[in-house]
């Protein structure tokens, strides 16, 4: 089995990358361990064997300044209240996803709701969430950790939408792990649903439009 570098090239994944997979993984946003440094947002690039895995992202630039953060972890928004009526559409639309349901986060901070697969549900790359059914969770403030593409993770980040994770450089964790920051408008809310169906169809195989959970 390979694991794959930033660059695109490819190297072997062992046991012990395999259980750092499930241990890093699921304590996404929870462990107080400092973070690997990262590369500027120019400077990424998408490894090659993903760079043709069908994101259908083609967001907007996002208007003002980009939201603060904590920029390592915990992972989480700075200052962020969420907009009671954009919260509850936000949470209301994305738990009628297929197969997806509203579960006590297991990757994030307690009060965090999971975007968790059904047991049992098939997925294209469960690899991508190895150790948990979860491939998002919203904060208590409403900003959510994404997984997705990486080309997607990155259009996330630099038309400032979001940033991706502090641990996307890390053996063992998905480089395509972004935060999305609180949407705070109907048109902001568009955008982040936009970004989660992405993100189910990458992990379910599936082709689903925004327009699909209405």
Known sequence: MQG???AGRTRPVTASVLTALVM????????GEPAPTTTEPS????????ASIGSK??????????RETTGSVPHIQVNAEPVPAVD???RRRVFQLPGVENLASDRSLPGARGLAFSDGLDLARAD??????????????GSLHVWLTVDSAI???EKKWGELHPWVERDGFWDGVVMVYTPETPDELDVT???????YNFVTGASLEPADIP
């Open 43 to 50: 400077e990424r690039v998408a490894p090659a064997t993903e």
């Open 193 to 199: 649903i936009e970004v989660i169906v992405d993100a």
């Open 4 to 6: 794959r570098t930033r």
């Open 88 to 90: 509850a559409e936000l």
């Open 128 to 141: 991508v969430i190895a150790g948990s059914n979860e491939f998002a969770h919203i904060h208590p403030d």
């Open 24 to 31: 890093i993984g699921v304590g996404a946003c929870s462990s």
């Open 155 to 157: 259009e996330v980040e």
């Open 57 to 66: 992202l083609d967001l907007p630039v996002r208007g003002g300044p980009r």
